[in-house]
């Protein structure tokens, strides 16, 4: 059993910031890619960034510049850094991951929400 735990949503002005965590747990052999996807109301769900096992990472068009993303691989953790934060940055934030446990699997977290206003 495998599960991705999201924490550090919450509610920040514009031009703030915000960083969060997921921790992934249990029977785990090798994580993969890690990312962070973002879903708005009435919106579809979006991705955010990405990051290698080696490091390697990708963002959206949208947060390059402000977003950072990073992972402790021996705490099996990603962040997400979130800076100069606008409020269409508004959205519940999911953690995904490919985890190697007796075969490869995509996991989702639960969702984190983060509210961007004045």
């Known amino acids: 059993q495998v599960q991705l735990v999201e924490s550090g949503g919450g509610l920040a002005q514009p031009g703030g910031s915000l960083r969060l965590s997921c921790a992934a747990s249990g029977s785990i052999f090798t994580i993969y890619t890690m990312a962070w996807y973002r879903q708005a109301p009435g919106k579809h769900r979006e991705l955010v960034a990405t990051i290698t096992s080696g490091g390697n990472t990708n963002y959206a068009d949208s947060v390059k510049g402000r977003f950072t993303i990073s992972r402790d691989n021996a705490k099996n953790t990603v962040y997400l850094q979130m800076n100069s934060l606008k409020p269409e940055d508004t959205a519940v934030y999911y953690c995904?991951?490919?985890?190697?446990?007796?075969?490869?699997?995509?996991?989702w977290g639960q969702g984190t929400q983060v509210t961007v206003s004045s």
């Open positions: 995904n991951a490919d985890i190697s446990v007796t075969g490869l699997t995509n996991y």
